[in-house]
């Protein structure tokens, strides 16, 4: 299936103020994550990336992206960094700035095309006065091939998309996990949540066939705050599965 780059949802929920309008103009440009133009393998079969699903039961050693996995990781040298960190649909930009102040040392990317969300994150970055985060406004297709080596991506609360005829709009395919695999260290891994009881089985689905396996736990990740779709989902009775999938080597 051809991976779309269009946004379908929302991009603008509510007329900016002056000050949002000032802080967009300001503050936008200067975090902008602008990238440089990468050379990343096309891949169509995970096992020429070595990826490995790794129980949830093993994560709560896994979830500090600023500390490789050692028994997973072969190539990463102990004073290399362990870089970047990606948060796709960032939402409102809670969890982003959680992950931020509790990793300094890393350089987050958080894309969303939404702008009240994207003025929600840069308010938050104002006030605690946050220097890791780098914004990009728009859908990540666009900056697929400029994105740095990876060390975490996260995918939380994806659109769902109920409707047969829009799965194809759905975020998660196999074409696109593997995009992003070929973006991650070795170590490195991509968490995705979900509250919808159909989209969790097409995660599943997904990943088995792109994978041959999955695995799943309804324990959220190490280091969690949950997002304002979680919060939603827990009010209204729905059930979160939580999913990681690592890579463990070089091509
Ligand atoms: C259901 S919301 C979840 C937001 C947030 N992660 C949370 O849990 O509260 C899904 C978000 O993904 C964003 N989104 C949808 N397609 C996207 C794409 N292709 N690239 C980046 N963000 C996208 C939407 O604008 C929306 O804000």
Known sequence: MEIHSRHYGRKNARALTADDKNLYATLYSALQFVGTATDFPSVTDSSALGVEHVSTGIQKKQLDPGSAPSGLVRETSSNQSFGDVLEIGFGMGDFLVHQALLHPHLQFIGVEPFKTGLISLLKKIKQHKIQNIHIYQGVVHDILGKLPLLSAIYILYPDPWPKKRHHKRRLIQKEFLLQL??????GGGIFIASDHADYQQWIEATLKDTFGSVCGSDEPFENWIPTKYEKKAKLE???????YISRYRFL
């Open 237 to 243: 009775g729905r059930l979160s599965r939580y999913y």
């Open 181 to 186: 695999l070929a973006h991650l260290k070795p």
